[in-house]
């Protein structure tokens, strides 16, 4: 049975930085993929980040890039989302998700390519 649990999120000002951590436990995290998607308020869930299985490949979706950065510790079994000039729009239900398959060369960037989710982290950017 695989876990994660999320963690980091809260009450920012836009402008603002938060880092989401992500902490995985139940199967080998090092040869997964790891993503970010998020969930606004009446929103569907979109794709934000996601980083390979060795780490050597990122993805971002256009609306964070430049902001965000995905990053992750094996020797941890964490996945990081820091986040940077936080805007209004940033305000979400951030989850994190493993990915179904071992290994996978080109992680994915859609819900279905992931199994497993954490339990959510609400970040709330001010204007």
């Known amino acids: 049975q695989v876990q994660l649990v999320d963690s980091g999120g809260g009450l920012v000002q836009a402008g603002g930085s938060l880092r989401l951590s992500c902490a995985a436990s139940?199967?080998?995290?090092?040869?997964?993929?790891m993503g970010w998607f998020r969930q606004a308020p009446g929103k569907e869930q979109e794709f934000v980040a996601t980083?390979?299985?060795?780490?050597?490949?990122?993805y971002y979706a256009d609306s964070v890039k430049g902001r965000f950065t995905i990053s992750r510790d094996n020797a941890k079994n964490t996945v990081y989302l820091q986040m940077n000039s936080l805007k209004p729009e940033d305000t979400a239900v951030y989850y994190c998700?493993?990915?179904?398959?071992?290994?996978?060369?080109?992680?994915?960037?859609?819900?279905?390519?992931?199994?497993?989710w954490g339990q959510g982290t609400q970040v709330t950017v001010s204007s």
């Open positions: 139940g199967r080998t995290f090092s040869t997964y993929a």
């Open positions: 998700a493993a990915d179904s398959l071992p290994y996978r060369v080109d992680p994915g960037r859609t819900s279905r390519d992931y199994d497993y």
């Open positions: 980083i390979s299985w060795t780490g050597g490949r990122t």
